[in-house]
Structure formats: C-alpha cells, structure tokens
C-alpha cells in the first residue's frame, strides 16, 4: 500500500492508499493517520479486505501501542469493517465514531473497544500537539457522518465529499482539476442525498482555513483546487436518482 | 469445504434430523394413548401390554427430552464455529501482516499479539471439539433408547399375539412402535455420521 506524508511538523498526517494488493472489485480507499507525540489517530481504518496491507502500511512508521485512537466517519464497510481486527491488537484503543451508528458498528464484531459516541454538534479530540475538530457533514453522504479538521495542519478529512473512485493508480494529488470534474460529478450527485446539507456543510467549511481537503477516495485537493472543489460543490445539484 | 461450514451443515443437519425426530416422537405419544386405550379393552387377555405401554411412554419422554437437549447442543456448536471461523481469519490476516511487514520497523511489536491469537485460536478449536464430543455423546445416548425401544417393539408384539380379538389392534400398535423406531434410528445415524466426520475433519486439522 502506497503511504505518503501529506504534513510533517510537530504532529504528522499520513495517507495510505492504492494498495497493488487489493482484492479486485474492491473501491480504493485512503486512510488515514494522524501522529502526534504520545497519540496515535487512525481515520477511516478501512474494510476487513485491505487490512493487512494496511496494518503493514502503519507498522512501517508507528508502534502498535502508539495507536490510541480510531475515528470512523460513518458505518459503511470500506470505512470500518476492519475493526473487528484491528480490536485484537488494539483492544484499549477508543473509537471515536457518529452516536448515531454506535449499535450498527458493533456487528463488525469489537467488544472491547471503548466507543466514543460524537453528538451531532461535532466536538474536539486532542492529542496534546493538535485539537482536532469533528466537523458534522451529516447526509454527506450518511445521516450521521462527521469530517476531521486539523487547524494548525489545514487539513480537512472529508470523508465522501470530494470523493472519486479513481483508477488504481491514480496520483495521490488532484493533478488536473478540469478532468477531475469529470470524475468528481456522478458521484457526488448519486451519494450526496440533500442540497440543504451540502448548502449547511459548505457554509460550515467555508469559514475553515484549508491548505489540504482530504477525502476518503481518489485524490486530494490542494491549494487553490480547495476552493475551487468547493465553489463547484455549492453549484451542483444533488440527490438526483429519484426517477 | 472450511471447517466452518462443515460444522455448520452438521449443526443444522442435526437439528433437521432432531426435529423428524421430535414429530415421531409426538405420534409415539399418541399411539400409546391407544394402547393404553385398548389394553384396557383387552382387560386380562391384554395383561402383558400394560407395563409395555408404560415403558414406550417413557421411551416417547425420554426421546423429547434428548431432542431438546440435542437441539440446544447444535445451536451452541453453530455459534461455535462462527467463532472459530472468525479466529481463523483474523490469525490468517495477522499471519498476512508477519509476511508482508518484514522490514517494517516496527513489525516487533506484533509479537506478543501472534501469540495471544494462536492461544485464542487453539481455546476455540478445544472447545469446538468438546461440544462435538458432547453431541456425539448424546446421539448415541439416543441410539442407545432406540435399542431399548426395537427390544420393546418386539416384547409388544409377543404381548399382542396372545389377546386373542384385540390381537390385530395390538399388533398395529406394535407396528407402528417398530416404525417408529427404524426412523428415530434412520434420523439419529444420520447427525451422528455427520458429527463423526466433523471430528474427523477437526481432528486431522489439528494434527496438521
């Protein structure tokens, strides 16, 4: 699985994706890591199918009993499906996931696992260095999903939105924001269910400052592709497979 | 075909098999109810029937009683074996990571987890394998009561022959016990073969 370094000061985000390994038929995914002195974050660890590579991935710059933390944005099976198996190595670690999907993430089998239900206001971890913010992106796509912003870093985790289901080697960087458009469109009108939430989060993620907009498939924006994403999301109609 | 779903198959053959089993019982029941009904017509030339009603009675009793047991054992051995399963996969995915991490830097620290899930591994497949044992032991228990119950079939019909105008009527009721009894036999043979073969199975694994 590819791992790449997205921000490194103080704390540090990595993004593991386009595993060669993974199974076909299976949507690539990115995962992500935020380091921090004594804290470990997983977001979005990822289905039960690409764990291996994806545990590998981590052990390359993280000791497991670094890994304090799991953050599940929403309850589909490429985000956490893994959980049960990452439990076995992590059976102290604290899942911080929407309250609404609490009773639903625990059929991917984690008993000991200590659940951190987020309300749906959103809320702030701190891992010393940085004080993450959970940022509600309710119905973007799922009726209880959360974004991770990162002030000091810039970044926001943003889950689906701005989401594409690339080619498996595609770069790991938006590289040509025309083309992505593309890409980018069918998707977001087919996932995204609601115009009013897409208005609500935009108002929400434009007050943010963001150098990096980090979503859970395909690539990431940066620099001025951010509110270029941004300026073209407000603008597209949502929700469209009602016949 | 995995252990899982060999030990799945078994569980449900069983109580498939067990449920047949259960229904034949009920119609035991009733046709002792019969019985009893027409030893006492019979009165003194049907006096030999009586305590032979008595015994398939407590055959039909004890055979309920087996069932629900039986039943209850298979539905644990399902449950167990969705335990194993899980496991298994998750020992095989963290063998994967061993594999593939071996110049990661901080692979070190997976030791002390391979062990744990070799452990947990190793628990699941002793406790799957006594359940299979505890099953075993109790479908036999269940051949064992379809003996007794050939053995009372055959006194029945004994009995029958000498209660001269109730003969026919007894000798029904002794046909129908036999009957009985070659399908709680039928039934009882099949989990039993498939409870063996599951151990078998289970046990060559383990030898591997």
Redesign the interface.
């Known amino acids: 699985m590819k791992s790449t370094i997205i921000y490194d000061d103080i704390h540090a985000w990595h993004v593991f994706a386009r595993d060669p390994e993974k199974v076909e038929g299976i949507i690539d995914t990115n995962q992500y890591m935020v380091k921090a002195n004594n804290r470990v974050l997983l977001l979005d660890p990822g289905g039960i199918e690409i764990f291996s590579s994806m545990l590998t991935a981590v052990l390359h710059h993280v000791h497991l009993e670094e890994i304090t933390d799991l953050f599940a944005s929403h309850q589909d099976p490429d985000i956490i499906s893994s959980l049960g198996l990452w439990e076995q190595a992590l059976p102290g670690a604290r899942l911080h996931v929407p309250w609404l999907w609490e009773g639903f993430i625990r059929h991917f089998g984690a008993k000991k696992i200590k659940y951190m239900p987020i309300e749906d206001h959103g809320g702030t971890l701190d891992l010393g260095e940085v004080k993450l913010q959970f940022i509600p992106a309710h119905y973007l796509h799922s009726s209880g999903n959360f974004h991770i912003y990162d002030p000091k870093a810039k970044i926001l985790m943003s889950g689906d939105v701005g989401a594409v289901l690339d080619k498996p080697d595609a770069p790991m960087f938006v590289e040509d924001f025309d083309a992505h458009i593309e890409k980018m469109k069918m998707f977001h009108q087919q996932w995204m269910p609601s115009n009013r939430a897409k208005q609500d989060w935009i108002k929400r993620v434009g007050k943010l400052d963001i150098d990096i907009l980090a979503p859970q498939h395909g690539g990431l924006f940066q620099g001025a592709d951010v509110k270029r994403f941004l300026d073209w999301f407000e603008e597209l109609d949502v929700g469209i497979a009602i016949p | 075909m995995t252990t899982q779903e060999t030990v799945l198959i078994a569980a449900a053959t069983v109580t498939s098999e067990l449920s047949e089993v259960s229904q034949v019982a009920k119609n035991m029941t009733l046709s002792v109810m019969n019985a009893k009904t027409i030893s006492q017509c019979a009165g003194e030339s049907a006096r030999g029937f009586h305590p032979i009603t008595d015994y398939i009675e407590d055959i039909a009793k004890n055979i309920d009683h087996l069932v629900i047991q039986i039943s209850e054992e298979a539905r644990t051995l399902s449950r167990l074996s969705v335990i194993y399963s899980?496991s298994e996969i998750?020992l095989k995915?963290?063998e994967?990571?061993i594999r593939?991490?071996k110049d990661?830097?901080?692979?070190s620290?997976?030791k002390g987890?391979m062990q744990?899930?070799y452990d947990e591994f190793e628990n699941c497949r002793t406790l799957l394998l006594r359940k299979l044992e505890s099953l075993s032991v109790s479908l036999d228990d269940m051949k064992n009561i379809t003996r007794s119950s050939i053995v009372i079939s055959i006194m029945s019909r004994v009995e029958a022959a000498g209660a001269f105008e109730f003969r026919k009527d007894l000798e029904v009721v002794a046909d129908n016990l036999e009957s009985s009894t070659e399908d709680i036999r039928s039934h009882t043979d099949i989990s039993y073969d498939k409870i063996i073969t599951v151990m078998e199975q289970l046990h060559r694994e383990t030898q591997k």
């Open positions: 899980q998750g995915r963290y994967t990571v593939k991490a990661a830097a901080h692979v620290s997976l987890i744990k899930l």
